[in-house]
């Protein structure tokens, strides 16, 4: 490997093969890099993946306004124009990929929460699914001729509780994503929120009660 640059999150080759798109960011800003070290576009949410257009050099790059969280929009930057929104912020949104004809966007996400999948968004802001249920995490990459390659991501939160008078850690799993947030004093109740597919990727606060060992 070869050193290249530094507080690079997503990267894409331009069409002629020299010239890169870019993430650049740190723990308070992310910008769009068009080539390497132009800057097209910053946000104090975070950014990316980030894709250029295989016919006439468009960039497209997922915002997500709220650092940690997954819903966003994508936004389209092209040469001395304004950034403009192909769709409005979505529950879920991951993966991006330009269809070789440069007229859509293709990317993976939950339009309403419930329903996941792969979706293409023209340059007009039309939306249409084009399928794949449940690819909602997948990075992916459109080839020249069409076919779609698929790497598909999954992830789990789990959370434990040592309660006092107990020798072991007690695992917390509810809906697959269970985070923490306050327990009672002496442990009789723990209070913790999900946010995946299982709640329609919205946030909903739950409560563990230590006698009944049920969540509500």
């Known amino acids: 490997p070869q050193y290249s640059d530094e507080n690079i999150k997503s990267v894409d080759w331009a069409l002629d093969g020299k010239h890169i798109a870019c993430v650049r960011g740190d723990d308070k800003e992310d910008q769009v890099e ?6 097209m576009h910053s946000t104090h949410g975070s950014l990316g993946p980030v894709r250029v257009s295989p016919t006439d050099g468009a960039v497209a790059v997922i915002e997500h306004p709220l ?6 929009y994508i936004l389209v930057l092209e040469r001395n124009r304004t950034p403009r929104k192909l769709i409005e912020p979505w529950p879920h949104i991951a993966g991006i990929g330009w269809h070789p004809s440069g007229q859509e966007v293709w990317f ?4 309403d929460g419930s329903t ?6 023209d340059r007009a802001g039309n939306t249409r699914m084009v399928g794949l249920p449940g690819m909602a995490d997948a990075s992916f990459d459109i080839h020249r001729n069409g076919n779609v390659t698929f790497i598909k991501n ?11 008078g107990e020798s072991a850690n007690r695992p917390l799993v509810h809906l ?7 327990i009672s004093d002496g442990g009789a109740v723990a209070l913790f929120d999900e946010s995946n597919e299982s709640v329609q990727n919205r946030f909903r606060a739950f409560v563990y009660r230590r006698d009944t060992k049920k969540f509500y």
Do not use: C, H, I
């Open 34 to 39: 068009y080539p390497a070290g132009r800057v």
């Open 67 to 72: 650092r940690g969280d997954t819903a966003g």
């Open 108 to 111: 993976t996400g939950s339009k």
């Open 116 to 121: 996941t999948g792969l979706w293409a968004v």
């Open 154 to 164: 999954s992830a789990r939160v789990e959370s434990e509780l040592l309660l006092e």
């Open 176 to 182: 697959g994503w269970t985070r923490l947030s306050a």
